[in-house]
């Protein structure tokens, strides 16, 4: 039973026994306080400080992909430009081979990370990052060459990722690299394996 309702319920019983025991008498065992005024007295209303929301804090003050990592981009746009041009690698040689097979599943997969990569970017600037429109590289002659060329750059990417994530401050980022890093480790094992079946 909540307090005020402990009042209102004394109150009631005061004014009960009053009519009852108009006077209090020696052979009685209770004896009634005076009825006091049981009205709650009015708090003077004080205001709590406000204290600002998340989304109002200043730019610098983000820690995850916000202004504070300005200084992350040219690593970050550098890593773009390895994706993207590994992507566009993947794509001519999968329409070369028919459109299906690893390039196809790479070219899909390098998207992907792309998408992410560039997300990342927009969330620190707030600017669309234009992709570049320069003509594919030229292709290795052959399926096993291209194989070895895929390898070799998703080693490159994964070591870069990973002195990235080493070397960031962003903890969104780090863990991004980390992921991506990951992911292009698995690439290079699917070509590795596709060479070793050829």
Same mark, same amino acid.
């Given at each position: 039973?909540?307090?005020?309702a402990?009042e209102?319920d004394?109150?009631?019983?005061?004014?009960?026994w009053?009519r009852?025991?108009?006077?209090?008498?020696?052979?009685c065992p209770?004896?009634?306080?005076?009825l006091?005024?049981?009205?709650?007295?009015p708090? &003077?209303?004080v %205001? $709590?400080?406000?204290?600002?929301?998340?989304c109002q804090?200043?730019p610098?003050s983000?820690p995850c *992909?916000? #202004?504070?990592?300005?200084?992350?981009l040219?690593?970050?746009?550098?890593?773009?430009?390895?994706?993207?041009?590994?992507r566009?690698t993947?794509?001519a040689?999968s329409r070369?081979m028919?459109?299906?097979?690893?390039?196809s599943?790479?070219t899909?997969?390098?998207d992907?990370?792309?998408?992410?990569?560039?997300?990342?970017r927009f969330?620190?600037?707030g600017?669309?990052y234009l992709l570049?429109?320069s003509?594919t590289p030229?292709? &290795?002659k052959? %399926? $096993?060459?291209a194989l070895?060329?895929?390898f070799?750059?998703?080693q490159?990417?994964a070591?870069? *990722?990973? #002195?990235?994530?080493?070397?960031?401050?962003d903890?969104?980022?780090a863990?991004l690299?980390?992921a991506?890093?990951?992911?292009d480790r698995?690439h290079?094992d699917?070509?590795?394996?596709a060479?070793?079946?050829r």
């Amino acid at each position: 039973m909540n307090e005020t309702a402990m009042e209102l319920d004394q109150a009631a019983f005061q004014r009960v026994w009053s009519r009852v025991m108009p006077q209090d008498r020696p052979d009685c065992p209770f004896t009634l306080d005076p009825l006091e005024d049981l009205s709650p007295t009015p708090q &003077p209303l004080v %205001r $709590a400080p406000l204290s600002p929301l998340p989304c109002q804090q200043t730019p610098q003050s983000i820690p995850c *992909l916000g #202004e504070a990592s300005m200084g992350e981009l040219p690593r970050l746009e550098e890593l773009i430009r390895e994706c993207e041009e590994n992507r566009r690698t993947y794509r001519a040689l999968s329409r070369r081979m028919g459109g299906r097979g690893i390039f196809s599943s790479l070219t899909t997969r390098k998207d992907r990370q792309l998408r992410r990569l560039l997300a990342a970017r927009f969330l620190i600037l707030g600017q669309e990052y234009l992709l570049s429109t320069s003509t594919t590289p030229p292709l &290795p002659k052959t %399926r $096993a060459l291209a194989l070895r060329a895929g390898f070799r750059a998703e080693q490159h990417q994964a070591a870069a *990722l990973m #002195e990235a994530a080493q070397a960031v401050t962003d903890p969104c980022l780090a863990q991004l690299y980390l992921a991506l890093a990951e992911e292009d480790r698995e690439h290079a094992d699917r070509l590795r394996a596709a060479l070793e079946r050829r």
